[in-house]
């Protein structure tokens, strides 16, 4: 790592932090909930720096799609590839190289938005070099915020939140399910400013929207069919 | 190993903000202290049931948190965020239950010799019944645990969490009271301490593997 990409404030990323190959395959993934098959035959490809957009209907399968993903829920069929490693599909051992930014933000209302941030660092193993928490803050926009309990932030800040271990710990494949829900549009742009970074060094990145996103490479749209 | 000790923390912050232990601790005294109104004063029958009240009200203390130790973090989705860290699933659950052990158990078992007191039991017999709530009650955190993880997408599963780890504690029950009772007699009962370490070792080996396969199974 060189001095002057740490010096600067709002980057947070370590310069190519992806050694491994970046590369992440799906291959015939179909998944249901219940008796309802929500999809088959997706097949998709995406290499370092490429963003796939998930659109689709309520109930379309996108959070289950994501969700396949990052390893929390077997792929009934098909496979699941990163780099050049075996699927991990039929063993489901979820993944280390992904982060999942779902809708329960795995916040704990107990504690302070700082001591978030130091907890987070510490259980993602954030490599020390990764900014101060300040910095942070300021990034994510809850400068002067860090003594508040995360119970008593808004629905967007707390988003924003959640947001902050894609800064500490880099990995490769960010999974975020509908990013955009509950930002303003400072925060929207956040997003966007960060997806941007991190496919700029190689990372890669599936979300779910209802709005289009402006970082996407390829689209995919869940439940054409039924 | 850092990230470890920090799931560990961050469970003994919430555990504590909580005020899991003061409820517990709370519980434990007034379980106590209900016992002679039930029981009769005699003090020589008190003491004599000393040792089984006590551990009845250590297991029934302690079960009124154990519920919350997964669930928690299943209602508001950190358990997804704990299948992707950077640590096996089963040293994250290990590590959440010593958070757990050192949050609960230890301010229980400070309160232990009190509650024994106001049972008639005599200074002289409080470390033989420390020293063997000392090797049963990590079987005790463990076990619940595996109940705890069963019920853990059940709304309001604490009913259900006691349900299913009170099986698993009539062993740790049968030595641990066994134990205390030979306390009482003057003697050191090294095989029924042995055998509650044994519980407790044994345990500490397969709860983790279990209690990790029941919260993949939950998080589908």
Not at chain 2, 25 to 34: M, S, W, Y
């Amino acid at each position: 790592m060189t001095e002057n990409t740490m010096a600067k404030p709002q980057k947070f990323f370590l310069p190519n932090p992806y050694a491994e190959p970046a590369h992440l395959q799906l291959q015939g993934l179909a998944c249901s909930r219940g008796l309802r098959l929500l999809f088959e035959g997706i097949s998709q490809t995406l290499k370092g720096g490429e963003a796939l957009a998930l659109y689709g209907a309520n109930g379309s399968g996108k959070t289950s799609l994501l969700r396949q993903i990052a390893g929390l829920l077997p792929a009934d069929i098909g496979t699941i590839s990163f780099g050049d490693a075996p699927s991990h599909a039929p063993s489901h051992t979820p993944s280390r190289r992904v982060h999942f930014i779902g809708h329960a933000d795995g916040l704990k209302n107990a504690l302070s938005v700082g001591e978030t941030l130091v907890f987070d660092a510490a259980l993602w193993g954030a490599p020390k070099a990764a900014g101060n928490t300040n910095d942070l803050l300021a990034l994510l926009g809850l400068k002067n915020r860090a003594w508040q309990a995360v119970g008593d932030l808004s629905a967007g800040q707390r988003r924003r939140l959640a947001l902050a271990k894609l800064c500490l710990a880099p990995r490769p494949i960010w999974l975020l399910d509908e990013p955009m829900t509950a930002l303003d549009e400072a925060g929207q742009q956040l997003i966007d400013t960060l997806a941007g970074e991190h496919l700029a060094a190689g990372g890669m990145i599936v979300a779910s929207s209802h709005v289009p996103l402006g970082f996407a490479t390829q689209t995919l749209t869940l439940g054409a069919s039924t | 190993m850092s990230v470890f000790w920090a799931i560990c923390r961050q469970h003994v912050v919430l555990a504590w903000r909580g005020g899991h232990a003061t409820l517990a601790v709370a519980f434990l005294f007034i379980g106590v202290t209900l016992m002679p109104f039930g029981l009769g004063p005699e003090l020589a029958l008190l003491q004599a049931l000393a040792p089984g009240l006590l551990w009845v009200v250590l297991i029934m203390a302690l079960l009124t948190s154990l519920d919350r130790v997964f669930q928690a973090d299943y209602e508001d989705g950190s358990l997804d965020q704990m299948l992707l860290m950077p640590l096996p699933l089963e040293f994250v659950v290990l590590a959440k239950l010593l958070g757990h052990y050192i949050a609960l158990v230890l301010p229980l078992l400070l309160a232990v010799p009190l509650a024994g007191l106001l049972l008639n039991l005599a200074p002289a017999h409080l470390p033989m019944l420390l020293l063997a709530m000392l090797a049963g009650s990590p079987a005790l955190v463990l076990l619940g645990g595996i109940g705890a993880s069963l019920a853990v997408s059940v709304r309001r599963g604490g009913l259900l969490t006691v349900l299913l780890s009170l099986p698993f504690y009539v062993p740790v029950m049968i030595f641990g009271a066994g134990a205390t009772k030979q306390a009482l007699a003057g003697e050191i009962d090294e095989a029924r301490l042995a055998i509650l370490g044994l519980i407790s070792l044994a345990s500490l080996l397969a709860a983790p593997v279990a209690i990790a396969a029941a919260l993949r199974n939950a998080v589908r």
